[in-house]
């Protein structure tokens, strides 16, 4: 039962054969919210590794820090009240928070993009969509109007906006949802980022449009040979694309795993959990098996393991001791919970998921 | 009274003798009005919201309302209930007419009919205990004394899960899943027959939901309640419902049983959608076939000629753009509102057998 720190952990050997280069390194990221009801400790010692040509999927619940977690790569994190202490964030070796507030400028957008969940709030709604898209020629690559349209006009064709020529002229309310977010992923790709992260680029879309969107993302990543964090609270949507998957609770990383082993395996009591809570369009229509409980307070965590009120495999070592991640015997992933070797016994013993 | 047995949602022929429909909906339509200018408001058109809609939900049934944003589904649930006055059409609750229902008569019915709404934050009133949340139904139709009333809030507490003492907090104090399970406890205050849910577990995280889904079950088995389920996640909808009906831009495409529908869909619409929902499991989505969906959702103010599904549609022929396509008995009691109407069976992968 050896021990892995959670600081030095990065490389999972089921995602190695995707050798690109090292794009992103975080190191031991937590980001506190200071408030009047007290601290809100909305991410806990995340480490994680994103290659080129990678797709990382962070998992997780409202409240996980899934979301906080990126907005601090990008250094977005409104503060006060927001406070971020890491180790390192690293972009290609450079770590961003050494550079000043206009180098780290230039990262963000031109090397670092983000895409966000609503399309809608995050266009202005009294410039068209040309003209927003090809600001950024403009800002970042000083080029004329002329220029700029034509710009903007080839990537509206590059995210497949039909009749683009026609469009680049129109305002976003004009678009629908999902060209919405196609014009959001166009202005997220216009400097040809090193990293993409899309922050629930798909929920506010319908399933026929989020397949749209994910196929869109998925190739234009293989194109660029961009690094993908998708960050989501959705298990299904990111199954196909993912190559590594990292599982959050309550603002720490449960799970971390190679996404063919987490989806096969998963060793932590909260990812099985979280699989039996989904119902599914295939196979046998069994009642669901919740988590019971609600996830706790980000002021007042319970002491220990985050997850012990509402795990079945609960010991009192997890009600005193807060499990780090580590690897396990006979699973290539990372899990931290002190009884994972339990979880995956019971698992392997009771036969996939069938209730008793 | 007996209940529909879900365990034989599939083979249980549906052929109804009109006497156990609970809820019988005929050529609802409910149009909205576009005007243009302040004083005179000139009659510009409508958005066609929903557009000659018409099933009917079973005694005890759980009847799933599916599409996605923007095919009325909403809507209908709402004009059911006159929340809004439908434009047109019937709508049967016990064999009376809800729709031509003096304002007092509709009061009446009311009991009969409930609503959970979709967001657990702005559907209860803030300054209102949990207590008197549940329990207003019961005043606004004088049912019980005080006491009684406190009882009844004590004993619906209890069944949706959440603790009885707490019946004098108020619903800031409680989470997204307790407070949508405070929803359905005064859903449940006047024993209704009817409960439309829209979109009951949506806002929740899927542990929560889980937990929802699970209560919502239990209660149609111990009260026999009939649910219009309404929702745009097909797999949610798969567990709670015996049958299910698929609506885009304002019609039915497709309704059936649960096995039909899920298993042998036969409308393309129906198929479109079904492969696109995300299944979390590698095996799966590698393997299955996904059909996309070409366009956009064309408005519901300018809705295509004939079938308003053919300007995405792959099968679309001539005929498409001039009749508009009927819901036809497929057999079994699976209709579908397509010309060309064949079954594909689009969650099927080879390969996909474990849960």
């Known amino acids: ?74 250094g977005i994190v409104p503060s006060p009240p927001g406070v971020v202490n890491a180790h390192a964030i690293r972009f290609r070796g450079q770590n961003l928070a050494d550079l000043t507030e206009k180098d780290r400028r230039k990262v963000r957008g031109q090397e ?59 305002y976003p309310h004009q678009f629908s949802g999902g060209m919405r977010q196609r014009v959001m992923i166009a202005m997220a790709l216009s400097l040809d980022p090193a990293v993409l992260i899309a922050d629930e680029p798909t929920t506010a879309l319908d399933v026929t449009v989020q397949a749209q969107i994910m196929e869109l993302l998925g190739s234009l990543q293989e194109e660029h040979n961009m690094g993908l964090i998708l960050i989501t609270h959705d298990l299904g949507v990111v199954a196909s694309v993912a190559d590594t998957v990292q599982l959050m609770y309550a603002g720490g990383v449960v799970e971390k795993a190679g996404a063919d082993d987490f989806y096969e395996a998963h060793a932590h009591p909260y990812a099985e959990g979280l699989m039996r809570s989904i119902p599914t369009l295939i ?18 965590l319970p002491p220990g393991c985050p997850f012990n009120p509402r795990c079945p495999y609960v010991t009192d070592r997890c009600r005193t001791e807060k499990p780090l991640l580590r690897s396990i015997a006979g699973y290539a992933g990372l899990v931290a919970c002190h009884n994972a070797e339990d979880v995956r016994s019971a698992k392997v013993g009771g036969g996939g998921g069938s209730g008793e | 009274m007996d209940r529909v047995s879900s365990e034989e949602g599939g083979t249980v022929n549906t052929v109804d003798t009109g006497s156990e429909a609970l809820l019988v909906v005929d050529d609802l339509v409910k149009w909205f009005p576009l005007t243009r200018g302040i004083i005179f408001k000139k009659h510009i058109g409508d958005v066609k919201a929903v557009d000659g809609v018409s099933f009917r939900v079973k005694k005890g049934e759980t009847h799933g ?33 809800v729709i031509a229902m003096s304002k007092k008569e509709m009061r009446a019915v009311r009991r009969d009919m409930q609503i959970i709404f979709q967001d657990p934050y702005a559907s209860l009133n803030p300054r209102m205990t949990v207590r008197d949340i549940i329990t207003e ?34 619903p800031h104090q409680f989470s997204g899943g307790q407070r949508q399970r405070i929803g359905v406890a005064r859903a449940l205050a006047l024993d209704p027959k009817l409960i439309i849910a829209d979109e009951p577990v949506s806002a929740l995280d899927v542990s929560i939901q889980a937990q929802l889904v699970n209560l919502l079950m239990d209660i149609q088995q111990e009260y026999g309640i009939a649910f219009l389920f309404i929702a745009h996640d097909l797999a949610v909808v798969r567990h709670m419902a015996s049958h299910v009906s698929v609506m885009y ?30 299944v979390a499991d590698r095996v799966v989505e590698r393997n299955r076939e996904r059909i996309v969906l070409e366009g956009d959702l064309p408005s519901p103010a300018e809705p295509p000629s004939g079938c308003v599904f053919r300007t995405r549609c792959w099968k679309a022929e001539e005929i498409c753009a001039v009749e508009t396509p009927e819901l036809k008995d497929m ?22 057998s474990t849960a």
């Open chain 1, 1 to 74: 039962m050896e021990e892995v720190g959670s600081v030095t952990v990065a490389d999972i050997p089921s995602h190695q054969q995707k050798v690109g280069e090292v794009l992103l390194e975080v190191e031991d990221l937590s980001v506190d919210f200071k408030t009047d009801a007290g601290v809100v400790k909305a991410v806990q010692s995340v480490s994680f590794t994103l290659h080129a040509g990678e797709t990382l999927a962070i998992i997780g619940e409202s409240g996980s820090g899934k979301s906080v977690t990126a907005q601090a790569i990008m």
């Open chain 1, 112 to 170: 670092i993009a983000m895409i966000f969940q609503d399309p809608l709030t995050s266009l202005n709604p009294v410039y068209s969509v040309g003209k927003q898209i090809g600001e950024m020629f403009r800002v970042h690559r000083g080029a004329s109007r002329k220029e700029a349209t034509e710009a903007a006009i080839e990537l509206m064709e590059q995210v497949r906006i039909p009749e683009a020529r026609l469009r680049v002229g129109d």
């Open chain 1, 283 to 300: 196979g046998e229509d069994e009642r669901l098996i919740p988590i019971e409980g609600a996830p706790p307070s980000l002021i007042r």
């Open chain 2, 65 to 97: 309302l599916v599409g996605e944003s923007g095919c009325g589904k909403s809507t209908t649930g709402r004009a059911i209930l006159r929340l809004h006055e439908p434009t047109s059409g019937h709508v049967f609750f016990e064999g009376r007419d």
């Open chain 2, 137 to 170: 139904p019961l005043v606004i139709h004088q049912i019980g004394d005080n006491k009684a009333r406190k009882d009844k809030a004590k004993e619906l507490l209890e069944v949706v899960g959440l603790n009885p003492e707490h019946a004098n907090r108020y």
């Open chain 2, 249 to 278: 831009l304002g019609h039915i495409m497709e309704t059936g049983t649960r096995d039909q529908i899920y298993g042998a869909p036969q409308h393309p619409y129906t198929q479109a959608l079904l492969s696109a929902v995300p």
């Open chain 2, 331 to 352: 057999g079994g009691g699976q209709m579908v509102a397509c010309h060309f109407p064949e079954t594909r069976s689009v969650l099927t992968v080879s390969g996909a």
